[in-house]
């Protein structure tokens, strides 16, 4: 049996912790599915490159409040889609290559890995094989719900709809979060007439309060929002699919082309069989880890999806980062920092956040002041007309400190930055409003007037 001095599982950001440094070490990396993992070939990277094409389509419907008349002329489905993988699949391709022919010190396993014991790892390849270390980045793949008659009827997830042949004329989204929101946004700025079918009475609901209700009121003008809807069965039609769902009026039933189940991802955990080495698990599947991402067994990391409270790709870089510090430097390890974790979802219009929701800082007991500025009623607001965006700021009132920002509007994913800063560097909101030139008159200004409406002691 073969013997490594590190095993990696998962070529997602796992992919990214052999480096020159450990060039004296025999490594193995393991995948079972396609090199580089979720975020390049079926999560952000393709879904973003979609979702900037959409933004796109849909600019003309938005020219007319402008004085401009203009019109989406034709969605070429297939160019775009070909586009986008064209680009992509040559980067997974050649990360594969590498690893596999052009690391001296790396072996590339193409098989679904599980422990057999806390140093024994079957590849699924055939050969099995022991290690020194161990990181499981092994990720995490679309959660089904328990839907009647879903298998027979046929869905996509997010794994799969971005390679649809061609366009479908209507399309069904079971789920109300990140995926949901985004894929919404993409097929209906391509003239998909969609359907989103929520739990909940909003979407987004993990959002802050006042961002998830301006949203989910947004979003009921596009697309047909079903909100507070349970679904009991599937059903495949001459044309497509037909959901059976009860709601506050009773029993209802929607139908489309296809459907897209976007109910959340769930961890990997239960392929690779960490009991055998004894790994202990969270009740949700993922693997517990220390803040220096190590699992119970000491000699086995984990990091990204598959141990993270955040299923982001920045977090799991970061993580890999701690990751590969600390087998490099087993005397001097360092920690994750989770403190503000943000994140934003790329729909229309977009919305981004970092730290507690107001919700979540009264539940907390914490002392906070809020101040929120519209996007109408800055300069650049005025340019775009528009009338639906906000930044919305808690802060400490004695301190000044930022605990929490929101924002929905044009751009929020990057109009964010400036506060994710200030909090992670413990800028206090006063210094930061005043203690620097903001351009005049971009679209961060809505920050700065923020900031400077925030009723502090
Ligand atoms: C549609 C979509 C859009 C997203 N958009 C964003 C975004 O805009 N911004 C953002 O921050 N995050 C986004 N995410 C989340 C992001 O993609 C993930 O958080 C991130 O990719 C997780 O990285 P990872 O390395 O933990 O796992 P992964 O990238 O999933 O890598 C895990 C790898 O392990 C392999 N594997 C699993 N089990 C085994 C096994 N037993 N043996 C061998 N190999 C195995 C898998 O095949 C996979 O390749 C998105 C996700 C989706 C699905
Ligand atoms: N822009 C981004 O950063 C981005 C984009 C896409 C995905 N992601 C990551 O991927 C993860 C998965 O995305 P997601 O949208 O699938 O998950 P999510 O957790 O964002 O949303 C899942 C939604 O499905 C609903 N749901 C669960 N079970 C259901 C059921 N049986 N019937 C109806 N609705 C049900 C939930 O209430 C929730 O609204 C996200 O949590 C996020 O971390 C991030």
Redesign the pocket.
């Known amino acids: 049996m073969r013997h490594f001095d590190l095993v990696i599982i998962g070529t997602g950001s796992g992919n990214s912790i052999p480096d020159e440094a450990m060039a004296g070490w025999q490594i193995a990396i393991l995948e079972k599915g396609t090199f580089g993992g979720t975020c390049l070939n079926v999560?952000?990277i393709p879904?973003k490159m979609f979702v900037h094409t959409a933004d796109q389509a849909a600019a003309p419907a938005n020219a007319k409040k402008l004085g401009v008349d203009a019109t989406l002329d034709a969605v070429h489905w297939p160019e775009i889609r070909d586009r986008i993988f064209n680009r992509i699949d040559p980067i997974s391709a050649g990360g594969r290559n590498w690893r596999a022919n052009e690391n001296a010190n790396v072996t590339v396993y193409e098989g679904t890995a599980t422990f057999e014991d806390a140093h024994t790892i079957n590849t699924g390849t055939g050969e099995r094989i022991t290690a020194d270390r161990i990181v499981i980045a092994a990720g995490s793949r679309?959660?089904i719900?328990?839907?009647a008659d879903l298998d027979t009827t046929g869905f996509h997830t997010?794994d799969t709809i971005m390679r649809l042949d061609e366009l479908p004329e209507s399309l069904i989204i079971?789920?109300?979060?990140?995926?949901?929101s985004?894929f919404a946004h993409v097929f209906s700025s391509f003239g998909v007439k969609v359907t989103v079918?929520?739990?909940?009475n909003l979407l987004?609901?993990?959002e802050d309060l006042e961002v998830a209700e301006r949203f989910t009121e947004i979003a009921k003008q596009k697309w047909d929002v079903r909100l507070q809807r349970?679904?009991i069965r599937a059903e495949k039609t001459a044309n497509g699919v037909k959901l059976h769902m009860e709601g506050p009026d009773g029993a209802e039933t929607v139908e489309a082309e296809l459907l897209l189940v976007?109910?959340?991802?769930r961890p990997n955990t239960d392929l690779l069989e960490v009991d055998n080495a004894g790994i202990e698990t969270h009740p949700d599947g993922r693997i517990k880890v220390d803040e220096y991402q190590r699992t119970s067994q000491q000699h086995i990391l984990a990091l990204g999806d598959i141990s993270s409270d955040?299923?982001?790709?920045h977090v799991a870089n970061h993580e890999a980062r701690v990751v590969k510090h600390n087998l490099l430097n087993p005397d001097d390890q360092i920690k994750s920092d989770h403190r503000f974790v943000p994140?934003?979802?790329?729909s229309s219009p977009q919305i981004a956040s970092v730290g507690l929701t107001e919700e979540q800082a009264k539940a907390a007991g914490i002392r906070y002041v809020t101040a929120s500025q519209a996007y109408a009623s800055i300069a650049y607001g005025w340019a775009m007309e528009d009338t639906t965006g906000f930044a919305k700021l808690l802060a400490d009132p004695a301190t000044g400190q930022l605990i929490g920002a929101h924002i929905i509007g044009p751009q929020a994913s990057t109009v964010i930055q400036p506060l994710i800063q200030a909090m992670s560097f413990g800028l206090d909101a006063k210094s930061m409003a005043q203690g620097q030139y903001w351009i005049h008159p971009a679209m961060p200004e809505v920050v700065e007037n923020a900031l400077l409406n925030l009723p502090l002691d």
């Open positions: 999560g952000c879904t679309p959660s719900p328990d839907v997010s079971l789920g109300s979060g990140f995926i949901a985004e079918i929520a739990r909940s987004l609901r993990h349970k679904t976007a109910t959340g991802r955040y299923q982001l790709k994140a934003a979802v790329f």
